[in-house]
C-alpha cells in the first residue's frame, strides 16, 4: 500500500469552507479512483496547518491519478483558501495496525 501525504496551509477564515469542500466534493471523487484504499484529513483550526493522507492499493495507483490529472483538479477547488502552496510527498506504507 502507498500514501500521498498532502502538507496544508489554509487562511484560517476559510477552515471551514475547506473542510466543505473536502467532505462534499473531494472525497466523493477520491472514493471512485482506482485502488482507492481511505483518506484522512488532518487539521489545526487554529493555525490552518494541516494535512491529507490518502491510501492507494498499489505506487502505480497513487501516480496514476496524478497523471490523469485528478490530484491537480482536488487540489484547484481549495487555491483561494491556500495561505500556502501545497506540498506533496508519497510513501510506501511499510505497516498498519
Known amino acids: 500500500m502507498f500514501a500521498r501525504v498532502t502538507a496544508l496551509q489554509f487562511k484560517v477564515e476559510g477552515i471551514d469552507e475547506a ?3 473536502y ?3 473531494i472525497l466523493p471523487v477520491t472514493k471512485s479512483q482506482q485502488g482507492y484504499k481511505g483518506l484522512y484529513f488532518f487539521l489545526d483550526r487554529k493555525t490552518g496547518k494541516g494535512a491529507s493522507v490518502t491510501l492507494w492499493e498499489t505506487e502505480e495507483d497513487a501516480i496514476a491519478n496524478e497523471q490523469n490529472r485528478y490530484y491537480q ?3 484547484v ?3 483561494h483558501l491556500y495561505a500556502k502552496p501545497p506540498v506533496r510527498e508519497r510513501y510506501e506504507v511499510i505497516f498498519q495496525d
Open 19 to 21: 473542510i466543505k469542500i
Open 23 to 25: 467532505q462534499e466534493s
Open 73 to 75: 483538479e482536488q487540489i
Open 77 to 79: 477547488k481549495h487555491m
